[in-house]
C-alpha cells in the first residue's frame, strides 16, 4: 500500500463516518433549537426539558435510520476487504 492509497482509505472512511453521523447531529441540532425557543417565550428554565425531547427523537431517528446505516457500513467493509485483496503483493 503507498500513500496515495492510504490517503485515499482515510479519506473515504471521514466522508462515511461525517455521512452517517449527519443526520443525528442535524436532529439534535434541530430540536435544541426547538426547545430552547420554546424555554425563551415561556422563560421555562429546566434543563431535563432540554434532554429529555432530544434523547428520544435521537432514538427515533437511529431506528429509522438503522437499515441504512448497517447497510452502508457493510457495504464499505466490503469495499475495503475487496481493496485489500487486490492491494496485496
Not at 52 to 64: C, H, N, S
Amino acid at each position: 500500500m503507498n500513500v496515495d492509497q492510504a490517503i485515499d482509505v482515510v479519506k473515504n472512511l471521514m466522508m462515511l463516518c461525517l455521512k452517517m453521523s449527519l443526520p443525528l447531529l442535524l436532529c439534535a441540532m434541530t430540536i435544541g433549537l426547538l426547545v430552547s425557543f420554546f424555554q425563551a417565550i415561556t422563560s421555562l428554565q429546566e434543563q431535563t426539558l432540554t434532554f429529555v425531547p432530544k434523547a428520544m427523537f435521537m432514538v427515533v431517528i437511529f431506528v429509522v435510520l438503522f437499515p441504512w446505516m448497517t447497510n452502508t457500513m457493510l457495504d464499505y467493509t466490503t469495499e475495503m476487504f475487496n481493496a485489500m485483496s487486490q492491494m496485496a503483493p
